[in-house]
């Protein structure tokens, strides 16, 4: 009985054992601009509810130079898994890296264009000879706004398009140096707190780009499906429950966020924003949609982006999409 009891008491005590705890797996997952950008409120919101550590994980984020650069690193298996957008594997295949899209977050575009409201700009089209801010000449951002134009039979040499940095693209915007901004939700929400009073246009309406998206390697995918699996069932979770009740995800984010200690009604107006435009109508939840991805394609083809086109197989799969 001694012996039994014993052994029952060791064996509870191993759940709390520096043993055990090491059987927790550490990853790497690198994001295309620092994690403090509300923009990655999905997976901060999941790390600080715990989701990656319910799936054995411990992730340490590390910024990466924009999405093209994540794919590059996850390509090269300097890292298990990164953040980009849903474009960015057509782009990544199109230089011969190997990567494809585990997960899209929402059915919207990550980008919108913004103007002012007494400018009263009601179509691309009326943008031509005027300015407009983007973050950089090789974002997928700003790729979106060459396809909005190109919609309304515009091309990137009608307008003064001037990349201006992560801070710089709604400053300017905001001090009325531009007339409309290539911008996701956290600047149109930066721009609005500095007093600007908007007018917002999706980008899907003319021109369909994505939202975010996870990245991970051909090999990664073939030879480690589960660790992809809990990765993106965690950040998704946490996707979820921004979806579900943004003042209360925004709460959580700022309390594990101390950069923004604070700022919870602006996170959670920033939030908002993510889920009308971003978020929002997918059928299932993470998952990609082909004939979007096809069309886009033909676009960054047809503009020299990429050489030419990747088979879609090539750019994504839907195995990890859902909660499961």
Excluded: C
């Excluded at 594997?89 to 990567?99: F, K, N, S």
């Excluded at 889920?275 to 047809?302: P, S, T, W």
């Amino acid at each position: 009985m001694l012996r039994r009891t014993l052994i029952t008491l060791a064996a509870s005590a191993a759940l709390t054992s520096p043993v055990l705890r090491a059987q927790t797996q550490e990853v790497t997952y690198l994001l295309p601009a620092p994690s403090t950008l509300p923009a990655f409120g999905p997976w901060m919101v999941a790390q600080a509810k715990g989701y990656y550590a319910q799936e054995g994980l411990k992730v340490n984020f590390v910024a990466g130079r924009g999405g093209v650069d994540v794919a590059k690193q996850v390509g090269a298996g300097n890292a298990v898994i990164g953040g980009a957008i849903g474009d960015t594997p057509i782009i990544a295949r199109g230089q011969g890296i190997p990567v494809k899209a585990v997960a899209v977050l929402g059915a919207g575009s990550l980008m919108q264009l913004v103007t002012h409201k007494d400018a009263k700009i009601e179509s691309p089209r009326e943008l031509k000879g005027k300015t407009i801010t983007t973050i950089a000449y090789t974002d997928t951002t700003y790729y979106a706004l060459l396809g909005m134009l190109s919609k309304s039979g515009l091309t990137k040499n009608d307008a003064d398009i001037q990349a201006a940095g992560p801070a710089g693209v709604w400053q300017q915007f905001a001090a009325k140096k531009a007339v409309a901004m290539a911008a996701v939700p956290d600047w149109t929400i930066s721009a609005i707190d500095a007093g600007a009073q908007v007018d917002i246009m999706p980008a899907d309406v003319y021109f369909k780009s994505m939202a975010q998206s996870i990245l991970a390697s051909d090999d990664t995918i073939q030879k480690n499906p589960e660790l992809i699996a809990k990765l993106v069932r965690a950040t998704l979770k946490g996707m979820r429950d921004i979806m579900k009740d943004p003042k209360a995800a925004a709460d959580v984010y700022v309390g594990h966020m101390s950069a923004h200690k604070g700022k919870e009604d602006s996170i959670r107006r920033t939030f908002e924003m993510y889920n009308k435009y971003v978020y929002a109508g997918q059928k299932v939840i993470g998952q990609m949609d082909e004939a979007r991805l096809a069309e886009l394609q033909k676009f960054y083809v047809a503009n020299g982006i990429v050489p030419k086109e990747a088979a879609l197989k090539d750019l994504y799969t839907n195995q990890f999409a859902g909660l499961k």
